[in-house]
């Protein structure tokens, strides 16, 4: 038999897929509900990093993007209101979507922290880490003994 496992709530959802015999938490989470923290592909070049975030729905605005202390921390919020009516049948609705992620990745000292860029084109968030020159990596010093 094959258990399909989810990546949001893992604990809780396992435990109802194992119960019920089917993905319990989908009948009543909708898709936005849904959404977790986003993946993060990280590939390694000859002269960078590239950090790349699938998060298909944000804006440019919606990101927030800061290096400190050699942590690279990337926030995303998106806030979304629908309002519907009719009125012959006097029919409202009114829905509010909300979401919010965090993640944080430790540089290494090879990264070169004040030319960091950043890409968000077609759902995919792509920041480019560039590596310092071997010769900045170079920080051996001489010290004389008094």
């Not at 990745?105 to 950043?118: Q, Y």
């Not at 020159?133 to 008094?146: A, N, Y």
């Amino acid at each position: 038999m094959l258990i399909k496992r989810s990546n949001y709530a893992p604990a809780y959802v396992n435990f109802f897929d194992d119960f019920f015999g089917r993905n319990f938490m989908d009948e009543f989470l909708t898709k936005e509900a849904r959404i977790t923290l986003p993946t993060a592909n990280i590939v390694e070049n000859e002269s960078n990093f590239q950090v790349e975030l699938a998060v298909p729905g944000y804006d440019k605005k919606d990101f927030s993007i800061e290096v400190n202390e050699h942590v690279l921390s990337i926030k995303g919020e998106v806030k979304s209101e629908k309002e519907e009516s009719k009125s012959n049948r006097q029919f409202t609705r009114k829905e509010h979507y909300y979401a919010s992620f965090e993640r944080n990745f430790t540089l290494p000292d090879s990264v070169k922290t004040d030319a960091i860029e950043a890409l968000y084109e077609n759902g995919l968030l792509t920041i480019t880490l560039p590596k310092k020159d071997h010769k900045e990596l170079q920080s051996s010093k001489l010290i004389q003994v008094k």
